[in-house]
């Protein structure tokens, strides 16, 4: 099951890039990103509710709020450069840049969470680094 959400998610990715593009035009990133934000809020939110999962909050420890909050504190800073990159540049370059990502992902996953470095974990990640420095050349 997985799988098919991280499918969805892909697309629903894919999907933000584009029409973020589109929907900016000459207004500036930082807007366009505080506009798609509170979007995303209600949407989270939205979810909470629906699912009735929002008693759960009192059961979270305060280690988990400060990495949960640093989370919130990293997207953000994600999704403004996002936003200014795709602004200012073109998508096509934009994006597997930012998709390099899963490559640092996997090596701080590496470091802080003690996964195994396995071979076709390692070779998969060099392959993502050439195949981003190959798209934006």
Known sequence: MWFFYAILSAVFAALTSILAKMGMGEISSNLATAIRTTVVLF????????????????SISGREWIFLVLSGVATGASWLCYYKALQIGEVSKVVPVDKFSIVLTIFFAFIFLKEVATMKVILGAIFITIGTFIMIL
């Open 43 to 58: 949407m989270a939110w939205g979810m909470v509710f629906v699912t009735r999962t929002g008693n759960q909050i009192g």
